[in-house]
């Protein structure tokens, strides 16, 4: 019988920076050898390179932007978290800031000019050349989120009638194609797509072939003001390279790429994971004390109101707990178990959401089988809890009751899980960032309640 294959390892030091380079990187930089930071450097990948300058504090930061000078690569900007990309467009010379911008396509001086200060944006849009300014600003006019401001404006696009000879002789002709395109938009005479050419079928195929009978099967055309969070989903959801992009008449104005819905799926999902711990506008690492706390000051605020409402329903048996010390000891695993146990329920109920795998035709099955997951797993750890009491302390009388506390309060946290979610998004609230609050309070509530409530019946 062969033996099953093993998974690759993971490797943690995969795609880090090797220390040793970033230590030859520092001590170029200490000397100030620009040939030698110029050929540390030439072999990194612009993300690589920005992963460098985040790592670094400002001093060394500045040390380095200045004397890598006029190699610095525009790239690197577009990889650049938010938080330091101001910092670092401040410290680079005009002449080398305008050799950087000139070279990035227009999406990408976009998303580098959207957030910043007018007169920071105005400076980056002031080097660029008459045409290529035009095209930002168009894409700028769009809302905030938009597919309009994903979008790059350059576009490859041929008339619909075209055979593949007339396509690829307009290919060659052309001085100024974007740096990387998967797709020949095919257009009627009103400029409205009609149709994607790969450009491996269009290589593969004969010069008479005409370029609408080698179209691809699969063909999403996305208008300019949907939101960008649904143009991740639609690549995600129908394997695209590339989309057209439309305005309200239907008319080519640009085209998204997977790259940049990739990278808006990253952080939608990224969005999700820190608004789920309460912590929604978390920057980066590099972020100050001050900014991070005003940040998490208000969730922790929240979950103190929760914790001061469970608290009272404790007060409500502090003469059961008086009487019962044992009480005291049990009740933090019932609320715990709870809580952990929604929020497993809470977090697939919001991945579900956030994928759109949880609709209406499906939403009760999915409740349902949360509760029953909960009920099954509460009666297993009643069983085990039960006989913990009995053998801690000794009766089985409070083994019956943290039993019964443990079922009740683990079937209402998948319910409490699935439910507030989606009552949530039913409401047009972000059921990531409002979720886990609501959910820790009815676990915290109810266990609290069942375990003394059931205590206070039962054993005195």
């Not at 401040?90 to 000139?102: G, M, Q």
């Not at 008086?322 to 497993?344: E, F, K, R, W, Y």
């Not at 759109?356 to 029953?372: C, Y």
């Not at 409530?453 to 005195?460: D, I």
């Amino acid at each position: 019988m062969p033996e099953p294959e093993r998974e690759p390892e993971r490797e943690d030091s995969a795609y880090v920076l090797d220390q040793k380079t970033v230590g030859r990187i520092m001590y170029a930089v200490d000397i100030g050898d620009q040939a030698m930071l110029w050929q540390e450097l030439e072999p990194f990948h612009p993300a690589d390179i920005a992963d460098l300058l985040e790592q670094i504090n400002s001093f060394d930061r500045r040390r380095l932007i200045e004397l890598y000078g006029h190699e610095f690569d525009g790239d690197v900007l577009t990889e650049l978290d938010e938080t330091i990309r101001e910092e670092v467009i401040s410290i680079l010379a005009p002449e080398v800031l305008t050799n950087a911008v000139r070279d990035l396509e227009s999406d990408d001086v976009v998303d580098l000019v959207e957030d910043m200060e007018e007169s920071r944006a105005a400076e980056i849009l002031g080097v660029l050349e008459d045409s290529d300014r035009t095209l930002v600003q168009q894409s700028l006019s769009y809302p905030e989120y938009s597919a309009g401001r994903l979008m790059q404006r350059e576009v490859v696009m041929a008339p619909e009638h075209w055979n593949v000879g007339e396509a690829i002789d307009y290919l060659r002709n052309q001085d100024d194609l974007p740096d990387q395109f998967y797709h020949i938009v095919l257009v009627d005479p009103r400029l409205k797509p009609v149709g994607n050419v790969t450009l491996g079928k269009l290589m593969a195929s004969r010069r008479e072939v005409m370029l609408s009978s080698i179209v691809e099967e699969t063909f999403h055309v996305i208008p300019a003001e949907q939101y960008e969070g649904d143009v991740a989903y639609a690549f995600n959801q129908y394997h695209l390279i590339s989309a057209p992009v439309v305005d309200e008449d239907e008319r080519l104005v640009g085209v998204i790429t997977i790259d940049d819905a990739m990278a808006v799926l990253d952080e939608e999902h990224e969005e999700d994971i820190l608004r789920l711990a309460g912590v929604s506008e978390e920057g980066s690492l590099s972020d100050r004390v001050i900014s991070t706390t005003k940040r998490r000051f208000p969730w922790l605020a929240v979950n103190l109101v929760t914790a001061i409402l469970a608290s009272l329903v404790i007060a409500q048996f502090e003469a059961a707990i008086a009487q019962i010390v044992a009480l005291a000891v049990l009740m933090p695993i019932v609320a715990s178990m709870g809580g952990n146990a929604g929020t497993q329920s809470l977090t697939v109920a919001v991945r579900a959401i956030a994928t759109k795998d949880l609709t209406g035709s499906n939403v009760w099955r999915f409740i349902r089988r949360e509760v029953l997951v909960g009920l099954v797993n509460g009666i297993i750890f009643a069983v085990v809890m039960g006989i913990v009491g009995v053998l801690w302390f000794g009766g089985p009388e409070l083994g019956y009751v943290i039993g019964a506390a443990m079922v009740i309060n683990l079937v209402m946290a998948g319910l409490a899980g699935t439910v507030i979610p989606v009552v949530l998004d039913r409401v047009g609230v972000d059921p990531a960032l409002a979720s886990g609050a609501f959910v820790t309070t009815v676990t915290d509530v109810v266990g609290f309640f069942a375990f003394l409530g059931l205590a206070a019946v039962v054993l005195l």
